[in-house]
């Protein structure tokens, strides 16, 4: 295959991972708490020393936008949404995880937890129980869980110097090695969720346009293809 083969077919390739992360993006737009994610393209320079340099296209990685999503009154007492940088902590059977994912309930246990099941936890780790007499349940804006008897823990919410280092599990947790700073600047809205931050109408337009160039790349094969056909036949008349 010649560079242009090369180079196209890389191209090629890069489109269709950029194309899983743009569906994955769609298909996430209504996940509470949920940060789209977007590809950084390089170029790659494959030198061999009997041949010229080869310039390819390479995907260098994604990157997750962690601009905030629209927050929606919901009048669920225990739904929460965040007003800042942070996130809440969560337990779970692999260990603790970060979610912006609001939409909270309690399980048989009486324990507060996420649409997934998963348990939120306190500033101490512990998991947050609210018991059937509680009563009505406000969440202060320090994440404070209380009954009409008096607090029944406290949402654990911390920060990340380096957000991008976040690994996404699922659609709504993240996962990370940095130790989180506990964050009073962010602050608990109860009766409200935080929806996606996916601008629906940005991701078609870029599913459009991966489609079209697709198929631009695709007729530059084609036509290499048939170049290569043409000069073979007549080397062979030859």
Do not use: C, W
């Amino acid at each position: 295959m010649e560079n242009t083969g090369y180079v196209a077919l890389s191209y090629q390739v890069a489109l269709e991972r950029k194309m899983d992360i743009v569906s994955n993006n769609i298909a996430n737009v209504d996940t509470s708490g949920y940060r789209s994610s977007h590809m950084m393209f390089s170029e790659y320079v494959n030198k061999n020393p009997r041949q010229e340099a080869l310039s390819q296209v390479e995907d260098y990685g994604n990157y997750r936008n962690f601009a905030p999503g629209a927050l929606t009154d919901t009048g669920n007492t225990l739904d929460v949404a965040l007003v800042g940088n942070g996130f809440m902590a969560v337990s779970t059977a692999d260990g603790e995880k970060f979610t912006r994912n609001g939409n909270l309930s309690t399980n048989a246990l009486g324990q507060l937890v996420t649409s997934a099941g998963d348990v939120m936890a306190d500033t101490g780790g512990k998991p947050i129980v609210i018991p059937q007499d509680a009563g009505s349940i406000t969440i202060a804006g320090d994440g404070t869980v209380s009954g009409e008897q008096g607090p029944l823990g406290q949402l654990k919410i911390v920060r990340f110097d380096k957000p991008q280092e976040l690994k996404p599990v699922g659609n709504s947790l993240f996962e990370t090695e940095e130790a989180g700073i506990a964050d009073p600047e962010t602050k608990v809205k109860q009766g409200a969720i935080e929806g996606s931050n996916v601008n629906a109408v940005n991701e078609m337009t870029n599913m459009i346009e991966i489609m079209r160039k697709y198929e631009s790349v695709a007729r530059i094969l084609q036509n290499e293809h048939e170049s290569q056909l043409s000069m073979i036949q007549k080397m062979s008349k030859v």
